[in-house]
């Protein structure tokens, strides 16, 4: 353990993490700023300000990607850290915005220690992580590592009906730099955990070296509504119980192939939505998740059996829509190496951790080595407004991202 390391200042830290927060704020102290709002744009104007204020050359690519570049002593592949400032629409104020303000915090922390690195750090904020009102989720860091075309990125519809193009030019964020901008010699994506295991455990960082695959698809029943009192069962095609037994099918299945499947049946729409009609219509979306491609995709075959089986035992017609699909990735053994050395230098226990949540880093990971560092979330709570980490373990994640970071670019 190092008796006297550089550590950052945590105060500001908590300053703009609660300025940050307060674009969008909802009630019980969430954050609602959803991708390429009007709030998303004050969030963005704000980060922005602050990483010039830094000195930082600040850019925004075609897909609105902000980056901010603090220049080494040599003209090398940078290092980059960040993360998003998107939410969901019951977010809190830690969820990505960690990510990129911790980036922030260790740029400022090297200038008033007067350390210049060789390698120039970049700080990122990805567009469009969450996938709450576009789909895919990680569009930018998606269309950053070339995995869509970005006609395809900037054509995505959202709930609402926009599209990112449009939005971007609309908020002033189309930015003219290309995609892929910078090959980075390194990614390190400081998060919150968004899961229990470090608040229960009493662990304060955890090093994750992999992440769960992910499927998401939406299923729309066509069926026929009828009388609720008139109809007998037998001769139903009731599409609201086709959707309730597709969220029993994923519930069952998730138990049947073992600890490291989930899956989550998010969204229901029913049509016409009303108590004396049988549903004629529903629309589900079906999120399925593993850290096994084998089992992903053994569990999307047997959801394309039982939906087959369920049409037809039911006279029904189904149809399903891919809105993302990204495998299992393992992380870069050394800088989770690196991220653990610098833990314990700090005087942490780190633990080694699979996220079961999706994170730009996953995406970053295709073109450079990447790892993530973790935080504890109380009780594990996430996308919801009770969303808390303690001050303490904010500043050690951020320490151990200073530390990391100024090894990778030393």
Same mark, same amino acid.
């Given at each position: *353990?190092?008796?006297?390391? /550089?550590?950052?200042?945590?105060?500001?830290?908590? !300053?703009?993490?609660?300025?940050?927060?307060?674009?969008?704020?909802?009630?019980?102290?969430?954050?609602?700023?959803?991708?390429?709002?009007?709030?998303?744009?004050?969030?963005?104007?704000?980060?922005?300000?602050?990483?010039?204020?830094?000195?930082?050359?600040?850019?925004?690519?075609?897909?609105?990607?902000?980056?901010?570049?603090? $220049?080494?002593?040599?003209?090398?592949?940078?290092?980059?850290?960040?993360?998003?400032?998107?939410?969901?629409?019951?977010?809190?104020?830690?969820?990505?915005?960690?990510?990129?303000?911790?980036?922030?915090?260790?740029?400022?922390?090297?200038?008033?220690?007067?350390?210049?690195?060789?390698?120039?750090?970049?700080?990122?904020?990805?567009?469009?992580? $969450?996938?709450?009102?576009?789909?895919?989720?990680?569009?930018?860091? /998606?269309?950053?590592?070339?995995?869509?075309?970005?006609?395809?990125?900037?054509?995505?519809?959202?709930?609402?009906?926009?599209?990112?193009?449009?939005?971007?030019?609309?908020?002033?964020?189309?930015?003219?730099?290309?995609?892929?901008?910078?090959? =980075?010699?390194?990614?390190?994506? /400081?998060?919150?955990?968004?899961?229990?295991?470090?608040?229960?455990?009493?662990?304060?960082?955890?090093?994750?070296?992999?992440?769960?695959?992910?499927?998401?698809?939406?299923?729309?029943?066509?069926?026929?509504?009828?009388?609720?009192?008139?109809?007998?069962?037998?001769?139903?095609?009731?599409?609201?119980?086709?959707?309730?037994?597709?969220?029993?099918?994923?519930? !069952?299945?998730? &138990?049947?192939?073992?600890?490291? !499947?989930?899956?989550?049946?998010? !969204?229901?729409?029913?049509?016409?939505?009303?108590?004396?009609?049988?549903?004629? &219509?529903?629309?589900?979306?079906?999120?399925?998740?593993?850290?096994?491609?084998?089992?992903?995709?053994?569990?999307?075959?047997?959801?394309?059996?039982?939906?087959?089986?369920?049409?037809?035992?039911?006279?029904?017609?189904?149809?399903?829509?891919?809105?993302?699909?990204?495998?299992?990735?393992?992380?870069?053994?050394?800088?989770?190496?690196?991220?653990?050395?610098?833990?314990?230098?700090?005087?942490?226990?780190?633990?080694?951790?699979?996220?079961?949540?999706?994170?730009?880093?996953? *995406?970053?990971?295709?073109?450079?080595?990447?790892? *993530?560092?973790?935080? =504890?979330?109380?009780?594990?709570?996430?996308?919801? =407004?009770?969303?808390?980490? $303690? =001050?303490?373990?904010?500043?050690?994640?951020?320490?151990? /991202?200073?530390?990391?970071?100024?090894?990778?670019?030393?």
């Amino acid at each position: *353990m190092d008796p006297n390391p /550089l550590r950052i200042a945590v105060e500001p830290l908590l !300053q703009r993490l609660d300025q940050l927060a307060a674009i969008g704020r909802t009630d019980g102290g969430g954050c609602c700023r959803l991708a390429l709002t009007d709030e998303d744009r004050a969030g963005r104007d704000l980060v922005v300000r602050w990483m010039r204020d830094a000195g930082l050359d600040v850019r925004v690519d075609a897909v609105g990607n902000i980056f901010g570049r603090r $220049e080494g002593t040599h003209d090398l592949a940078p290092v980059m850290t960040g993360s998003h400032i998107d939410t969901v629409r019951s977010g809190g104020k830690y969820d990505g915005n960690l990510g990129v303000l911790g980036g922030l915090e260790v740029v400022r922390t090297l200038d008033a220690a007067g350390i210049r690195t060789q390698r120039p750090i970049v700080v990122a904020a990805f567009t469009n992580e $969450e996938g709450a009102r576009f789909a895919p989720d990680m569009l930018g860091s /998606l269309a950053y590592v070339g995995g869509i075309p970005l006609a395809d990125a900037l054509a995505a519809v959202a709930i609402d009906g926009a599209r990112v193009g449009d939005e971007l030019r609309r908020i002033g964020y189309a930015g003219p730099e290309p995609l892929g901008l910078w090959r =980075p010699h390194a990614y390190v994506e /400081l998060h919150i955990e968004q899961g229990p295991v470090l608040d229960v455990e009493g662990g304060v960082i955890g090093v994750v070296d992999n992440l769960q695959g992910i499927s998401w698809q939406e299923a729309t029943v066509v069926g026929q509504s009828n009388h609720a009192g008139t109809t007998p069962m037998r001769l139903r095609h009731d599409a609201g119980y086709c959707a309730a037994a597709i969220g029993t099918f994923l519930r !069952q299945l998730a &138990r049947e192939l073992g600890t490291h !499947q989930v899956c989550t049946m998010g !969204q229901v729409e029913l049509h016409p939505n009303l108590i004396n009609v049988i549903a004629g &219509r529903a629309r589900v979306t079906i999120d399925m998740r593993n850290t096994d491609e084998a089992l992903l995709q053994e569990a999307e075959r047997r959801l394309a059996a039982f939906l087959a089986d369920l049409a037809r035992d039911e006279g029904v017609d189904i149809a399903t829509r891919r809105l993302a699909r990204f495998e299992p990735v393992i992380f870069d053994a050394f800088i989770a190496g690196r991220i653990e050395a610098c833990a314990r230098r700090l005087g942490h226990t780190p633990r080694r951790m699979t996220s079961g949540a999706g994170h730009d880093a996953q *995406m970053i990971a295709r073109i450079a080595p990447t790892a *993530m560092i973790f935080v =504890p979330s109380v009780r594990g709570i996430s996308h919801n =407004p009770a969303e808390h980490t $303690e =001050p303490a373990h904010l500043a050690a994640g951020v320490d151990v /991202l200073l530390h990391t970071l100024l090894d990778l670019a030393a």
